[in-house]
Structure formats: C-alpha cells, structure tokens
C-alpha cells in the first residue's frame, strides 16, 4: 500500500489493506461458533528480525479469536521470511506492518504487498476473522461492529498505545486475516476501528529500528 504524504489524510483513512475481495466472516459471538483457533490466557510470541528481536504478549482474555488467529499463523510458520512491508514515520511516526503472506516470496513485486491473506490449505480459502472489541464492563467481546462513541472507547480492555499489536484490514470490519501492525506511538484514532489483541513488551527499540524491506526470519511461540 502506498504510504500517505500527510498525516492529515491518515487520520482521515487510518491503516487501511487492499486485500483481495472475499466472503464477508462468519457472524460469531464467540469461541463458540467460531471457525479458527480461539486462545484463552496470554501468550508470549517471540520474533526475530533482521534488525533483532522483540516479544509480543498475545492476549486472549481481551481479544481471544484474533489472538488465537496469531498464534496459529505463527505455529505454521506463516510470518517466517514475511517483509514488514510497510513502515511510516513520517511526517510523525505512525505503524510498523508486515505479516502479508506472500511477501515470504521474494519475486512478488513489492507494489503487490499489502493485498495477501491466509489461504486455509485444507479447503483453498481465505481465512477472515471479525472485528473483535472488548470493554471492561462487558464479559465477552463485540464482533464486526466498529466502534466511534468516546463514552464507550474509554472503556476499552485494549487500546492503541505505543507498542499496541493490532490486525490490519480491508474497510471490511471482518476482513483481518493474517497481516498486523505495531504502533509506533499512541494512536487512539484507530481505537474501535482495528481489533487490538496484544502489545510488545520487550524489544520495542528493534521495532523502532525496523525498515521498509526488512523480515521476520522467525516467529515462535514461548508460553
């Protein structure tokens, strides 16, 4: 995706991913009825780069499908040899992306990074995850309804802080699938638009480090 010229313009399109047309996600209310692996407690991801390592804290009390969607990308090796493929610091610093599947092929032109989703392998299809939201005051998640009240956004379990990990996506709330940003410095204009589901707790000086072009060479999970 191209990288906007001003931060005017991203605060009116926050972090948006062409990715290729697909089948609106399942209607879920839960781990109950969802399709792709749940994760419950926390989880520690680490990931090594080509400018070092950093560790993530997945959490799946706050966000359990998107972080159970991460983990199982990352336990089949999905980001290992993957590009961030998208880094914005200027004119302020804004969100380092990678995770786009087929950027782990280096002959697909750099223009055509930022379109890729997981393929499920057992049945040719895409796999998409929906929005997934949670407040303190309520027990389960919200699911594929993006969130604007202020009241409300004050009540989130997960917000974009610096060092928040979080799923990119099409304007589709439901549409997250395999690639994710870290930010790189508050963000709360994308609070209740993008599903955050853990932060870096270790190494944030790497992703601060970390270029346009630069790869996972592997990701792993610890706990």
Not at 44 to 52: A, H, L, P, Y
Not at 69 to 80: A, E, S, T
Not at 123 to 140: D, H, T, V
Request: aromatic share 6%.
């Amino acid at each position: 995706m191209r990288q906007f010229r001003s931060w005017l313009l991203l605060l009116v399109v926050p972090l948006l991913v062409s990715c290729s047309p697909s089948p609106r996600a399942s209607v879920v209310t839960g781990c109950a009825d969802a399709q792709a692996a749940c994760l419950q407690g926390l989880a520690t991801v680490i990931v090594q780069t080509s400018q070092g390592e950093f560790t993530i804290e997945v959490n799946g009390d706050a966000a359990p499908l998107t972080s159970g969607n991460f983990v199982d990308l990352v336990q089949r090796g999905i980001y290992d040899g993957t590009m961030f493929h998208r880094v914005v610091r200027e004119p302020v610093p804004f969100v380092v992306q990678g995770g786009d599947p087929q950027s782990s092929d280096r002959s697909v032109p750099l223009g055509q990074l930022g379109t890729g989703n997981f393929v499920d392998p057992t049945n040719g299809q895409a796999r998409m995850i929906p929005l997934e939201i949670k407040f303190r005051s309520e027990q389960q998640p919200r699911y594929s309804r993006v969130i604007t009240n202020p009241a409300e956004l004050d009540d989130l379990v997960l917000r974009h802080d610096r060092g928040a990990v979080a799923m990119a996506r099409s304007p589709s709330p439901d549409s997250a699938s395999a690639q994710f940003y870290v930010a790189l410095r508050p963000l709360p204009e994308l609070d209740g638009r993008y599903a955050v589901f853990g932060r870096v707790v270790n190494g944030m000086e790497v992703v601060d480090a970390i270029q346009q072009g630069d790869r996972i060479i592997k990701a792993e999970v610890k706990q």
